[in-house]
């Protein structure tokens, strides 16, 4: 699922930068929590025959055109129609006032949208209509964590752990906040369990990967850099990053090659790029007598 979110750039880990470097985890964090974790997804397995169509699907019930709307809104997000979800689900809302999945769904599609504050009220309406909602607290923490609101966003995530202790994404994502609160010591615990969960999970090594780089533990920054590389645009950060661990242990060769790499699967990586010109600048200045 497509979500907005604001583009950052990279920079070079030190001990002045810290909070800088994990702004693409934010940003990545979003794709997969408002994504392939948020309500929405959840109903699309039996809708392939599906499409965000305006016009009323051929059922026999207006209970059947009821129960279908949830699948009609999941497509019109992944059709990058997130308005239209929204309609979907509004209409949904009308009927059933009382529907805390609705309005899960409806905040979901909020959040594809853009618009984080009304997928917040959204979340927290369904909390309160069902408490027990598991999604719809991990959903709004992650609303928060869009927002900066980092204290919120661990109080939510939290509660999410409270009621699923397995759940890997919640425990990654609460490690964020609290990196983002420079509790580096909670983020590593968190980022841990998570991926001890969920060892498929490639932005909590991302993002423990990045905890390390912060802390100065290049060996271990690269291990996780290396299980998080992919062929998308993450993959590019991983490499980006794990060049700048090679780099700081004196393995320029290395940093090279991931530099290089990374800017293959992304030309306008500005980490990638400047750790390039670093290297190259390095080695011209070793050639000169």
Avoid at 18 to 44: D, E, M, P, T
Avoid at 105 to 112: E, H, K, W
Avoid at 261 to 279: F, K, M
Wanted: aromatic residues 8%; glycine residues 6%; charged residues 25%.
């Amino acid at each position: 699922m497509a979500t907005a979110v604001i583009h950052m750039s990279e920079r070079l880990v030190d001990g002045k930068r810290r909070r800088n470097v994990i702004k693409f985890s934010i940003a990545y964090l979003l794709s997969v929590a408002l994504g392939v974790a948020a309500g929405l997804i959840v109903h699309v397995a039996h809708a392939e025959r599906l499409t965000c169509a305006e016009t009323k699907l051929p059922l026999e019930s207006e209970e059947e055109q009821l129960k279908m709307l949830p699948k009609r809104a999941a497509i019109c997000v992944q059709e990058g129609k997130p308005a239209r979800a929204v309609a979907l689900m509004t209409q949904l809302i009308q009927r059933r006032p009382a529907d805390a999945a609705a309005y899960l769904n409806r905040g979901s599609a909020q959040a594809a949208a853009g618009e984080v504050a009304l997928a917040i009220s959204d979340y927290t309406i369904a909390v309160g209509l069902k408490p027990d909602l598991i999604e719809a607290w991990y959903n709004r923490g992650t609303a928060f964590t869009h927002l900066h609101q980092y204290e919120k966003a661990i109080n939510d995530f939290t509660e999410a752990i409270r009621l699923k202790p397995d759940f890997a994404l919640a425990h990654c994502n609460r490690g964020l906040a609290y990196f983002q609160l420079g509790e580096y010591d909670r983020a590593l615990v968190d980022y841990s369990i998570g991926l001890k969960h969920d060892g498929r999970l490639n932005y909590c090594y991302l993002n423990r990967g990045t905890l390390f780089l912060a802390l100065g533990e290049y060996e271990k920054a690269t291990a996780d850099f290396t299980q998080a590389i992919d062929d998308g645009p993450a993959g590019a950060i991983a490499l980006s990053r794990r060049g700048q661990a090679y780099e700081a242990l004196g393995q320029n060769s290395r940093a090279l090659d991931d530099y290089q790499a990374a800017l293959v699967v992304d030309p306008q990586l500005e980490s990638a790029r400047e750790g390039l010109a670093r290297i190259r600048t390095q080695q011209q200045s070793d050639k000169r007598p």
